[in-house]
């Protein structure tokens, strides 16, 4: 790799318009990348978070003055940049359907707007909402925001749009080329960028104009994360700059990232599952040693913010992340390519004062897969007129649809014709095999269906369990 294959990418982004600022920061991950630097957080470098207070105890120390102005000066920020290619989307993910309210069909953004709308009414405060949108999501986003007839916001933008990069070839360091779709060849930096972003939107400080103080940031396929007043105060509070939420473990959260303490700067760092060290695999999965992860969901000082970001003009040095792909993430067989990446949770390391809080479950229900739609779309849970996806203990069966013939949201949709079926019973929900359900299928305990070895149908008003569908007689 020489400084050419760099300079070819650097070209590439002012030739599409890219700023100076935009450039400077992918030269900083490029840098990194190319001299190697694989950034080990050892196990005996760090100490876990095990004593964190929960929000529930936090809540009963603070008046309710408090939590009420402190919502007053908070601003929310959506990360909104995805288009939801691995389940096969061709637009933003924020615009796939979720469950109906009131007959009407609800997406990501419908919720998210209902649950501002609603928190603005109900406690009679400004609370901007702003999107980072990438090229690819802004135009339908935007055009669907402007259609619910409850939003307005005039005085603070809805949206700034974040950098984007050209995913390069391992073994050059040139910029890929893709003919066949040019648009292909560019990724976002990971959410990371969205510090830089806001840096150069400059509405850090049009939000200081409005009186806003406090800034919670979070991604838009998280539906959990709903503005609360008792978080807002919770931040308030502690006084500090920065503050995660982070969740209790389960099983299925083993390999999320997760807030350390280092031993060696006592500063809280983000440790991601790629910055575990293969000898400490065993340990950082352990839910007894680690017992909380990062739900993504971010609270900042916009005064603090400004300081940082002015102070690194404009560039946090947060770890880079080596993200593994093919140049058409839904095929395959197309050229390999490495996508630099940062995550927007490593800043806690860069804020002396940094504070975690244990939220519930509630907080986060995030939408990666396809597994996690059958969730949301079951009867788990109840959209309410707050718009909260409210459910009983946010305690989830373990979802597994093969990925043949469930992974892309067609061949899901296709396969799901009426509704997924009711989990209210269920502990799991494995399918293997091609398997098309009918009307009103209910899963009970251990629900699994085995491969027939060829298209299969669950009739209408079917039991699945552990044995596959259940016989319609008694024996």
Not at 107 to 130: A, M, S
Not at 306 to 323: A, S, T
């Amino acid at each position: 790799m020489t400084g050419k294959s760099f300079e070819a990418c650097a070209q590439k982004m002012r030739d599409s318009e890219m700023s100076e600022v935009a450039v400077e920061q992918f030269k900083r991950l490029y840098d990194v990348w190319q001299n190697d630097e694989q950034e080990w957080i050892r196990e005996s470098e760090i100490e876990p978070m095990d004593n964190i207070r929960h929000i529930g105890d936090i809540h009963d120390t603070i008046s309710h003055k408090v939590t009420g102005k402190a919502l007053a000066k908070t601003a929310m920020l959506k990360l909104n940049g995805g288009l939801g290619t691995s389940m096969g989307l061709q637009g933003p993910k924020s615009l796939l359907p979720v469950r109906r309210h009131k007959a009407r069909q609800m997406n990501f953004l419908d919720i998210i707007l209902g649950q501002v709308t609603t928190v603005r009414q109900q406690q009679g405060v400004k609370l901007p909402l702003t999107f980072m949108n990438s090229y690819h999501t802004s135009k339908e986003s935007i055009a669907r925001i402007r259609r619910n007839r409850n939003f307005h916001q005039d005085e603070i933008p809805i949206e700034f749009l974040q950098n984007r990069e050209p995913k390069i070839v391992g073994a050059t360091g040139a910029p890929v080329s893709f003919p066949s779709d040019p648009d292909l060849e560019w990724c976002p930096p990971g959410h990371g960028d969205v510090f830089t972003s806001l840096w150069e939107s400059g509405l850090l400080d049009v939000l200081q104009n409005e009186g806003m103080e406090y800034l919670f940031i979070s991604n838009s396929d998280n539906l959990g994360a709903r503005p609360s007043s008792t978080v807002s105060g919770a931040f308030a509070q502690s006084g500090a700059s920065f503050m995660v939420e982070v969740a209790r473990k389960t099983d299925a959260d083993r390999k999320g990232g997760q807030i350390v303490r280092s031993r060696q700067t006592g500063c809280l760092m983000l440790r991601e599952m790629t910055q575990v060290h293969p000898d400490d695999k065993e340990a950082a999965t352990d839910v007894n040693i680690h017992p909380f992860f990062n739900t993504n969901n971010i609270w900042v000082r916009i005064s603090a913010l400004k300081r940082l970001l002015k102070e690194h003009k404009g560039i946090l040095p947060l770890p880079v992340i080596r993200n593994l792909k093919t140049v058409d993430p839904t095929d395959p067989s197309t050229q390999n390519v490495i996508q630099l990446e940062t995550a927007m949770g490593a800043a806690v390391s860069l804020f002396e004062d940094a504070v975690c809080v244990e939220v519930s479950r509630s907080r986060f229900l995030p939408v990666k897969t396809t597994n996690d739609l059958v969730i949301l779309r079951s009867d788990r849970f109840h959209l309410t007129d707050a718009f909260e996806m409210e459910d009983g203990n946010y305690i989830f069966p373990d979802i597994n649809l093969d990925t043949r013939y469930y992974k892309n949201i067609e061949d899901f949709d296709e396969r799901f014709p009426y509704s997924v079926p009711s989990l209210a019973a269920a502990n799991s929900f494995t399918v293997e095999g091609d398997w098309t359900f009918g009307k009103d299928v209910h899963c009970f305990a251990d629900a699994h269906l085995s491969d027939l070895g060829r298209p299969s149908y669950v009739p209408n008003g079917s039991f699945v369990g552990p044995q596959g569908i259940e016989s319609d007689s008694w024996q």
